[in-house]
């Protein structure tokens, strides 16, 4: 369990560094307040947690540690998204497309419901 947390948590430093960095790195590129950084490491740790996936399993790589390390560390630091849409990926793989949809709704949905009650919260 401990080599668990310390693989992920290690990831978790380098996804999230990986992520301030191009974060930054896009947004000085980009006037404007659109949050174009945000939107690049989302949908590049999309592209990079399905590839790691499929290259981790083309290679027959059986070591949890180093999965852990690059998934849920890694790409989870990086970008929650790309879990939350490899998640998804998941469910509609298993032709649950009702419950990728109910996933997808109602994430957004109680995110930002949440998000709100957050903000009314800290204004007591």
Excluded at 24 to 33: E, L
Excluded at 67 to 80: D, E, I, P, R, Y
Excluded at 82 to 99: H, I, K, P, Q
Aim: proline fraction near 1%.
């Amino acid at each position: 369990m401990v080599k668990s947390i310390l693989a992920v948590g290690l990831g978790s430093f380098a996804g999230g560094a990986a992520r301030y960095l191009v974060m930054r790195w896009v947004q000085i590129k980009v006037t404007g307040g659109f949050p174009l950084g945000t939107m690049v490491v989302n949908v590049a740790g999309c592209f990079v947690l399905g590839l790691m996936a499929g290259v981790l399993g083309r290679l027959g790589v059986t070591n949890g540690y180093v999965k852990l390390f690059l998934t849920a560390g890694f790409c989870g630091g990086f970008t929650t998204f790309s879990t939350f849409m490899g998640d998804n990926m998941v469910l509609a793989r298993a032709g649950d497309v009702a419950g990728m949809a109910a996933n997808m709704a109602l994430s957004i949905a109680a995110g930002a419901a949440a998000m709100w009650l957050g903000g009314c919260v800290a204004r007591i």
